[in-house]
């Protein structure tokens, strides 16, 4: 009888225990189309605010190398915020949004994953600093 009743109490304490774990950020797949109008070959790269992630990875960028639309599918979590960074191959001194190494300043150059505005980039007149 003193087992049955431990049990009784355990259930409802281990169904509280389950519910307050915290759940984690469901995933996402994000595309980003992005076309250059660059006269020079581009490399982009996309950063997250929230988070210590880039794609592609550190050290690494995707080559616009012409005028067409290229398509990258970024993985990231529901609710974070993602920001482009481009600049001409070779010289990271020209660029849009927030610049190769992700900590420059932008305007309209971030992004909402799961948000519903539409990712389609097109990169005009770069900074140059």
């Known amino acids: 009888m003193k087992k049955m009743r ?3 109490a355990f259930i409802p304490a281990l169904l509280l225990v389950a519910l307050a774990v915290p759940k984690e950020a469901a995933a996402e797949n ?7 109008m660059a006269e020079n070959n ?3 790269a996309f950063f997250s ?7 592609p ?5 995707w080559g616009l190398n012409d005028y067409g639309d290229h398509k990258f599918n970024l993985s990231c979590v529901d ?10 191959t070779g010289n990271a001194r020209t660029y849009w949004g927030v610049g190769a190494d992700g900590k420059e300043r932008c305007d309209n150059c971030c992004y909402t994953c799961g948000g519903s505005d539409p990712r389609h980039i097109t990169l005009r007149d770069p900074v140059r600093r």
């Open 6 to 8: 431990a049990l009784s």
């Open 30 to 36: 994000e595309v980003f189309t992005v076309k250059s």
């Open 42 to 44: 581009v490399q982009i």
């Open 49 to 55: 605010q929230d988070r210590r992630v880039r794609w």
């Open 57 to 61: 990875a550190s050290g690494r960028a």
């Open 79 to 88: 609710g974070e915020k993602i920001c482009y960074g481009a600049w001409l």
